[in-house]
């Protein structure tokens, strides 16, 4: 009885030495993978570049970020809830679409951002696309694109492009149109060129994303043409009625034949 009693105790201390070696060992493996997961995972964040890493427009793009962005956007761009979304990977040609169109700053967050006199100088939006896309990275306008001068652009082939994936939401005379929730697509007619480029490149608000696997930087100049070639000739067909497309127009056209049919019948009536 005494050898037995003494061998409980024994067998008890070992089992629990054994459970507790599993768990040393089941943290220490924890331990390990977190530890390689960190090592090797590419980061989540974009860690903040000293001064001397950024260039002259960068630095000043950091100024001008930390003095009127980072109390919605947060530091190193990465965000605030409920206030603004990181900029991380957005790269130049949003910042610049957004701050030079007056989007950006929003004065409430709402449905739609919308395009209202800049508060900051292209300049300085240039600064600002700087400094984000060096410490995020992201889509930029090509310096290699010429959009100031569109000469060689095809027109038609841009026509053809922008009736296949613009007109569903912007309509066919690029005046815009109404989306859901509030939302909409704005009219194209104050949009510049290099405004345009930036926006199939950041898709701002509900537009998708037109990458140059989707249209190559030659096709963007050809949609481009067209759009101001209907920006500088707006009535085309004469009278466009708001340039709001066949709907108007067949309104317009029914109305005007029923009152001329009921004055021609009344004539009629009268002179029988």
Not at 158 to 176: D, E, K, Q, Y
Not at 250 to 268: D, E, K, Q, R
Request: some cysteine; glycine content about 12%.
């Amino acid at each position: 009885m005494t050898v037995a009693a003494e061998s409980r105790p024994r067998s008890r201390q070992r089992g629990r030495f054994r459970r507790l070696g599993k768990v040393a060992r089941f943290i220490a493996a924890l331990a390990f993978v977190g530890a390689t997961y960190t090592a090797f995972s590419p980061g989540i964040y974009a860690d903040e570049p000293t001064d001397a890493a950024l260039t002259l427009d960068a630095q000043k793009g950091k100024e001008l970020f930390d003095q009127s962005c980072i109390s919605c956007h947060g530091a190193n761009a990465q965000g605030v809830d409920d206030r603004g979304p990181s900029l991380i990977g957005v790269g130049s040609a949003a910042v610049e679409f957004q701050v030079n169109t007056g989007r950006m700053p929003m004065v409430r967050q709402e449905a739609q951002a919308e395009r209202k006199p800049p508060m900051f100088t292209p300049e300085e939006a240039a600064f600002l696309g700087a400094y984000i896309q060096a410490i995020g990275g992201g889509p930029e306008v090509p310096e290699s694109v010429d959009l100031e001068n569109l000469e060689g652009a095809d027109i038609a082939t841009g026509g053809t492009l922008f009736r296949v994936n613009c007109s569903s939401c912007h309509a066919f005379s690029t005046g815009g149109g109404a989306l859901s929730s509030g939302k909409y697509a704005p009219s194209l007619y104050p949009a510049s060129s290099v405004e345009i480029y930036q926006a199939m490149l950041s898709g701002p608000q509900n537009m998708p994303v037109f990458a140059d696997n989707q249209l190559t930087p030659d096709q963007k100049r050809d949609l481009i043409a067209y759009i101001k070639y209907i920006q500088d000739d707006q009535a085309q067909g004469g009278w466009d009625l708001g340039a709001f497309g066949p709907s108007t127009e067949g309104l317009a056209i029914f109305l005007v034949g029923i009152v001329a049919l009921a004055i021609a019948t009344l004539w009629i009536a009268g002179k029988s």
